[in-house]
């Protein structure tokens, strides 16, 4: 059937030089700017909304203010929250891609209520516009913090024994939604 829906522009392409992408994840609307991460390239793009590229930041690496597989981002009170994969944590930049601070590190768990300072293949984050939920992929379970006191946790979503109904299974992506006060979180691999 037709669509209504037509490309009025494109941002971004194919490359390994800045400004291009080789695989862009997260993405945020923030002040006028389209923002991605780029998950091969190592690094944060700035697009203006009719696709000229604007600046990038980030370079390889585990070092503060290097990354490693930046996936999803949340920009919160002017500070960017960027999940790195293959570093196993949350690193909090300034707008202009200063590191200010971070949180997580790696670790396999089998109780999803312990250690919930660690993670294993984070993926996702989203933001209720307080709190932080991030979607830790390699230990099936979302963990939600207060980025306002030392990213304390404030609950956790995970397989539980006795848990008939539902089971985190490589949860991927989350999303606050507005309207329905909840988070939405994809569950890849159920």
Request: overall charge positive; aromatic content about 12%; some cysteine.
């Given at each position: 059937?037709?669509s209504n829906?037509?490309?009025?522009?494109?941002?971004?392409?194919?490359?390994?030089?800045?400004g291009?992408?080789?695989?862009p994840?997260?993405?945020?609307?923030?002040?006028?700017e389209?923002?991605?991460?780029?998950?091969?390239?190592?690094?944060?793009?700035?697009?203006?909304?009719?696709g000229?590229?604007?600046?990038?930041?980030g370079?390889?690496?585990?070092?503060?203010?290097?990354?490693?597989?930046?996936?999803?981002?949340?920009?919160?009170?002017?500070?960017?929250?960027?999940?790195?994969?293959?570093?196993?944590?949350?690193?909090?930049?300034?707008?202009?891609?200063?590191?200010?601070?971070?949180?997580?590190?790696?670790?396999?768990v089998?109780?999803?209520?312990?250690?919930?300072?660690k993670?294993?293949?984070?993926l996702?984050?989203?933001?209720?516009?307080?709190n932080?939920?991030?979607?830790?992929?390699?230990?099936?379970?979302?963990?939600?913090?207060?980025?306002?006191?030392?990213?304390?946790?404030?609950w956790?979503s995970?397989?539980?024994?006795d848990d008939?109904?539902?089971?985190?299974?490589?949860?991927y992506?989350?999303?606050?939604?507005?309207?329905?006060?909840?988070?939405?979180?994809?569950?890849?691999?159920?």
């Open positions: 059937s037709k829906w037509k490309i009025v522009s494109v941002i971004g392409r194919s490359g390994l030089d800045i291009t992408f080789s695989l994840y997260g993405t945020q609307f923030y002040d006028g389209l923002w991605t991460t780029d998950c091969s390239n190592e690094n944060i793009s700035t697009f203006s909304l009719d000229k590229f604007l600046r990038s930041f370079e390889y690496g585990t070092r503060l203010g290097q990354l490693d597989t930046p996936a999803a981002m949340k920009i919160l009170n002017e500070k960017i929250y960027v999940v790195e994969e293959r570093n196993h944590r949350v690193q909090v930049l300034d707008l202009n891609g200063n590191s200010i601070d971070v949180f997580g590190a790696y670790k396999k089998k109780d999803p209520f312990l250690h919930t300072n993670l294993n293949n984070p996702g984050i989203a933001s209720d516009g307080k932080l939920a991030v979607v830790d992929y390699g230990n099936n379970r979302v963990i939600g913090v207060n980025p306002d006191i030392g990213y304390q946790t404030e956790v995970g397989n539980l024994s008939e109904v539902f089971s985190w299974v490589k949860p992506y989350a999303k606050w939604s507005k309207k329905g006060n909840y988070y939405v979180i994809s569950n890849r691999g159920a």
